[in-house]
């Protein structure tokens, strides 16, 4: 157990909808990262939040967005769901910046888009 | 050109003997480098992170890392059925995001 935990562990939506997930990071980690993970694909970076800014963003359009809130917990939100965003959605978190790289992930939520 | 790249298998050990993953990445700026075990339907569990040229082990895993020749690899000794999974490499440039490979899938064999 990495003490990342994230909600809802499966969720099923049609296209065109909106989707939230959650994500609370391990305790004293201040920095989380989302990760799109496709079937029999590597996890793919979608953006990373420190201290309530997003401050890195890989190749997702503008319809995946997140925030940070104080206590360091996360929250993923996709606009106007496709089917190709059905995959595992990963969040990771990690200590404060200058204080080593590793991540450590949630189980992930399952998203399937019909 | 994809910058992790990782033979996709399946790779298929003999149950005890010793199972080598390997990993190439393009930005030799890379600082950081991490080997994550995926069993199907879970999330990635990180096994080794390694930073500096040479070898470094912990208990049956031992990473390999090469910068000259932008080369990563993961040995397991004494392989076990419970190391069946999808082994992923990862590359990180500063704290920025991990680039991951495709994943190998490693199969053990009784």
């Known amino acids: 157990e990495t003490g990342v935990t994230q909600s809802p562990t499966h969720l099923i939506k049609t296209r065109g909808q909106q989707v939230t997930l959650r994500c609370s990071s391990q305790?004293?980690?201040?920095?989380v990262s989302w990760y799109q993970q496709a079937l029999g694909q590597g996890p793919q970076f979608i953006f990373q939040?420190?201290?309530?800014?997003?401050?890195g963003r890989g190749n997702f359009p503008p319809r995946f967005s997140g925030l940070q809130f104080p206590n360091y917990s996360s929250e993923l939100n996709v606009n106007a769901l496709e089917l190709d965003d059905s995959a595992l959605y990963l969040c990771a978190s990690r200590p404060q910046r200058g204080q080593g790289e590793t991540q450590y992930f949630g189980p992930g939520t399952r998203l399937l888009v019909l | 050109q994809k910058e992790v790249e990782q033979n996709s298998g399946p790779l298929s050990v003999p149950e005890g003997a010793i199972a080598s993953l390997n990993c190439t990445y393009s930005d030799r700026g890379s600082q950081s480098f991490f080997w994550y075990r995926q069993y199907s339907g879970k999330s990635p569990e990180l096994i080794m992170f390694?930073?500096?040229?040479g070898d470094k082990e912990d208990g049956r895993f031992t990473a390999q890392l090469n910068k000259a020749s932008q080369y990563v690899s993961l040995l397991i000794r004494d392989s076990q059925p419970s190391d069946s999974a999808t082994y992923l490499c990862?590359?990180?440039?500063?704290?920025?995001?991990?680039?991951f490979g495709t994943g190998t899938r490693l199969t053990i064999i009784p």
């Open positions: 390694i930073y500096s040229n």
């Open positions: 305790s004293g980690h201040n920095t």
């Open positions: 990862a590359v990180s440039f500063g704290n920025e995001k991990l680039t």
């Open positions: 939040y420190y201290r309530e800014e997003e401050n």
